[in-house]
């Protein structure tokens, strides 16, 4: 008899293994068609993992942060899955969840366009409609490396086992940690948003990638009032505020920095001067101090050790100034 409990200590008995996805179902036909993923000992699966002896288990679906992760993560394979049906010499590299989104860098001899994305949104939409089922595989890495697809999937394995790969498939192979949605069909709310360059691994001396980011809902209702809350940011954007009301601008000479028009500088005058007086008021004393300092110093302080590559740096009357 294996016994399965569940996160209120109550106790289900089976008397055969069975997958993470049936416990669901015997919890309840919305819960299984909710299930994303389950929590077993404490670890997130799959819910094709299959159930073999006692265990505790908790059935995860998208309203909660770790089903959401897992939507998002599974949408990021169905943008790789659309580029590469799309453009099949885009070589795939690595796609991670990030706050409210995903991204997944390519690399591809021309850099994708607004069009471009329309298309590949498209051809998601039509993948997730297909409802392909998500199906995770573990071989030896030998044989991993020996698969068609891996020479643009080298380099992104997660090395969970020095000696074995873990690979997705969902008429597409992905090597990935997991876990996935159980099938294409659970992703059901998701918009591309942008393409930006970034570095192999985030490092200058490596080639210059293209990343598509994305965000994705547990439905179409959250999805819509995410969209709508990006609308209303930008109304309000501090940039476009600035020119509107003849503040400031900003240059392409100075980057983040302002150029401050009257009417701003005097707004930021009197702001500047408030503070100054609540200070006092408090107690607090003001200094100035240099802009430019001689590097002995923040030699000193550990500034330099630590933050030397991303400091100003000068040289005058033979000495580095930072």
Wanted: aromatic content about 10%.
């Amino acid at each position: 008899m294996l016994v399965v409990t569940l996160p209120d200590g109550s106790e289900r008995h089976f008397d055969h293994p069975l997958t993470a996805q049936e416990v669901a179902a015997s919890l309840g036909t919305g819960l299984a068609r909710a299930a994303v993923a389950a929590k077993v000992d404490g670890r997130l699966v799959d819910t094709s993992t299959l159930l073999d002896r006692d265990v505790t288990i908790a059935i995860i679906t998208g309203d909660s942060p770790e089903g959401i992760e897992v939507i998002r993560h599974s949408t990021a394979h169905l943008l790789a899955q659309a580029v590469k049906q799309l453009f099949p010499e885009a070589q795939v590299t690595i796609g991670p969840v990030v706050d409210d989104g995903f991204y997944y860098d390519f690399a591809y001899t021309r850099p994708f366009t607004p069009d471009d994305l329309e298309v590949i949104q498209a051809r998601m939409e039509d993948l997730a409609t297909k409802d392909f089922p998500v199906e995770r595989s573990v071989m030896p890495r030998d044989e991993a490396v020996a698969l068609p697809q891996w020479g643009t999937l080298q380099g992104r394995d997660h090395r969970l086992d020095p000696d074995r790969r873990y690979l997705y498939r969902q008429r597409f192979i992905d090597p990935c940690r997991g876990p996935h949605v159980p099938s294409t069909g659970r992703l059901k709310a998701f918009r591309l948003m942008k393409v930006a360059g970034a570095y192999w691994r985030g490092d200058s001396r490596n080639e210059m990638l293209q990343r598509i980011y994305g965000t994705a809902w547990v439905d179409r209702k959250q999805l819509k009032e995410y969209l709508h809350r990006l609308e209303e940011a930008e109304k309000r954007d501090h940039r476009r505020l600035g020119r509107q009301l003849d503040l400031f601008h900003h240059q392409e000479e100075a980057p983040g920095m302002v150029f401050w028009h009257d009417k701003g500088w005097r707004i930021y005058q009197v702001i500047e001067q408030y503070i100054r007086d609540l200070l006092r008021e408090n107690g607090y004393q003001e200094v100035h101090t240099p802009e430019v300092i001689d590097r002995s110093l923040w030699e000193r302080s550990g500034h330099w050790e630590k933050f030397r590559e991303a400091m100003f740096t000068t040289h005058s009357e033979n000495r580095d100034r930072h």
